[in-house]
């Protein structure tokens, strides 16, 4: 009678994962990405590109973003712990300021509403972190890259990344989105401008 229940749970699991899957995929059936690339003319850093197109409402919305952090060498940005292989692998760090340079021109550091279509792509806040870290199937590749505080000190490397949204929140402080290793929640916060974080470029089309 046990092992009986204890089937019957199993397959009912399973139902209700299927069905959950099949309503993530209904959901996004018209949603497509693209790939691609830009050249930043400044210094010929080629990055990856993903172009994201959604239909909403009979019209299609379209948004292309890095699939790389940006690695523009702003005066005063830094690489995480002063070392430059860092830089190569998770880009350089910016305060706020800085980042709203780092974007070459016809780009620009998202809006927190920009990030918000971003992550309803994929389930939205609380499940599309899973998603949009480095090899899965986003395509966004958003590596754990730390950050650097404002006396100099860097943390968090491997562990979580954080971003900016280009939103100054008063006058010293600006939104951040952050992912945590091992979490499929995306966060949202603010923090002092003078913090060094990751950026990413995102361009309108629509």
Same mark, same amino acid.
């Given at each position: 009678?046990? !092992?009986?229940? !204890?089937?019957?749970?199993?397959?009912?699991? !399973?139902?209700?994962?299927?069905?959950?899957?099949?309503?993530?995929?209904?959901?996004?059936?018209?949603?497509?990405?693209?790939? #691609? *690339?830009?050249?930043?003319?400044?210094?010929?850093?080629?990055?990856?590109?993903?172009?994201?197109?959604?239909?909403?409402?009979?019209?299609?919305?379209?948004?292309? $973003?890095? +699939?790389?952090?940006?690695?523009?060498?702003?005066? #005063?940005?830094? !690489?995480?712990?002063?070392?430059?292989?860092?830089?190569?692998?998770?880009?350089?760090?910016?305060?706020?300021?800085? +980042?709203?340079?780092?974007?070459?021109?016809? $780009?620009?550091?998202?809006?927190?509403?920009?990030?918000?279509?971003?992550?309803?792509?994929?389930?939205?806040?609380?499940? *599309? #972190?899973?998603?949009?870290?480095? &090899?899965?199937?986003?395509?966004?590749?958003?590596?754990? &890259? #730390?950050?650097?505080?404002?006396?100099?000190?860097?943390?968090?490397?491997?562990?979580?990344?954080?971003? $900016?949204?280009?939103?100054?929140?008063?006058?010293?402080?600006?939104?951040?989105?952050?992912?945590?290793?091992?979490?499929?929640?995306?966060?949202?916060?603010?923090?002092?401008?003078?913090?060094?974080?990751?950026?990413?470029?995102?361009?309108?089309?629509?």
């Amino acid at each position: 009678m046990k !092992a009986k229940f !204890a089937v019957a749970i199993c397959f009912l699991l !399973a139902c209700v994962t299927l069905v959950s899957a099949q309503s993530r995929e209904e959901k996004n059936k018209h949603f497509s990405h693209k790939m #691609g *690339s830009y050249t930043d003319p400044r210094d010929g850093k080629v990055y990856k590109t993903i172009t994201f197109m959604r239909e909403h409402h009979g019209a299609m919305i379209t948004r292309t $973003w890095f +699939a790389e952090n940006i690695t523009f060498n702003v005066p #005063g940005s830094k !690489a995480y712990n002063n070392t430059s292989e860092y830089a190569k692998t998770y880009g350089r760090l910016y305060n706020y300021e800085q +980042a709203n340079l780092a974007c070459p021109e016809g $780009w620009h550091v998202p809006t927190i509403h920009e990030w918000k279509h971003l992550f309803h792509f994929f389930g939205g806040w609380h499940h *599309s #972190g899973q998603y949009l870290i480095e &090899g899965k199937s986003s395509d966004m590749d958003m590596l754990f &890259g #730390g950050f650097g505080n404002p006396d100099g000190t860097f943390q968090g490397i491997g562990v979580h990344g954080n971003w $900016w949204d280009n939103e100054l929140k008063d006058s010293n402080s600006a939104g951040i989105i952050t992912l945590k290793k091992g979490d499929e929640n995306i966060y949202h916060s603010k923090v002092g401008d003078s913090h060094y974080l990751s950026c990413r470029c995102v361009k309108f089309h629509n």
